[in-house]
């Protein structure tokens, strides 16, 4: 169970979505995902997607923010909820993006949308050094208010000689836009060259 030492109650929150929200959505993701594991061996960025699609949903269960209902839109553009009572307002103060990453600071987006986003920072812990019963830890939520012009264009690496990845959008000097922003930090995980890992262990 995520630990209240471990939350900041000082990180501005979206209208709406409080820490008790927050708590019981990492607890959903964690459980839920505990037996999806084998998946991210196999193929970690669909993996990632999984874990996305859950976060997701567990706001639309335990939070005033439900999943936006034109599949469409939910999938491909922006955003992944909303509070709920606005409708299909656009205004951005009420929307909330879905985002996860196993990285430190990286936040990426196939859209430049102006925002709230809360980030799911996770790892895979193979040998359950921070928790037995857990092979998959929510190690930090950052939840930020991005403007159209936080973000950067990252142009696609594909080509009419096939490879690469799609275009996307990266937020500039991520990790000074994110500081003072992760409403939720386990003590007991550290990042060594970049990646998260148990304090005491060496996770995978």
């Given at each position: 169970?995520?630990?209240?030492?471990?939350?900041d109650?000082?990180?501005?929150?979206?209208?709406?979505?409080?820490l008790?929200?927050?708590r019981r959505?990492?607890?959903?993701?964690?459980?839920?995902?505990a037996?999806?594991?084998?998946?991210?061996?196999?193929?970690?960025?669909?993996?990632?997607?999984?874990?996305?699609?859950?976060?997701?949903r567990?706001l639309?269960?335990v939070?005033?923010?439900?999943?936006?209902?034109?599949?469409?839109t939910?999938?491909?553009?922006?955003?992944?909820?909303?509070?709920r009572g606005?409708?299909n307002?656009?205004n951005?103060?009420?929307?909330?993006?879905?985002?996860?990453?196993?990285?430190?600071?990286?936040?990426?987006?196939?859209y430049?949308?102006?925002?709230?986003?809360?980030?799911?920072?996770y790892?895979v812990?193979?040998?359950?050094?921070?928790?037995?019963?857990k092979?998959?830890v929510?190690?930090?939520?950052?939840?930020?208010?991005l403007?159209?012009?936080?973000?950067?264009?990252?142009?696609?690496?594909?080509?009419?000689?096939?490879?690469?990845?799609?275009?996307?959008?990266?937020?500039?000097?991520?990790a000074?836009k994110?500081?003072?922003?992760?409403?939720?930090?386990?003590?007991?995980?550290?990042?060594?060259?970049?990646k998260?890992?148990?304090?005491?262990?060496?996770?995978?």
């Open positions: 169970m995520p630990r209240r030492e471990d939350f109650t000082a990180v501005p929150l979206p209208v709406g979505l409080d008790a929200a927050i959505a990492i607890e959903y993701i964690e459980r839920e995902l037996e999806l594991v084998d998946i991210y061996y196999e193929q970690a960025n669909v993996f990632s997607a999984i874990v996305g699609i859950y976060a997701t567990a639309d269960a939070s005033n923010y439900e999943k936006n209902r034109n599949t469409d939910a999938q491909q553009r922006f955003p992944d909820l909303r509070r606005t409708g307002s656009t951005p103060q009420h929307c909330l993006e879905s985002k996860t990453s196993k990285r430190s600071w990286a936040i990426q987006s196939h430049d949308h102006a925002g709230w986003y809360v980030i799911w920072r790892l812990d193979a040998t359950q050094t921070l928790e037995p019963g092979p998959v929510v190690w930090r939520v950052d939840i930020v208010y403007e159209k012009t936080d973000w950067k264009y990252e142009k696609s690496g594909a080509g009419t000689s096939g490879g690469g990845r799609t275009h996307t959008f990266g937020v500039k000097n991520a000074q994110l500081k003072g922003k992760a409403v939720y930090q386990r003590r007991d995980v550290i990042t060594r060259d970049g998260p890992i148990p304090r005491n262990g060496h996770g995978s």
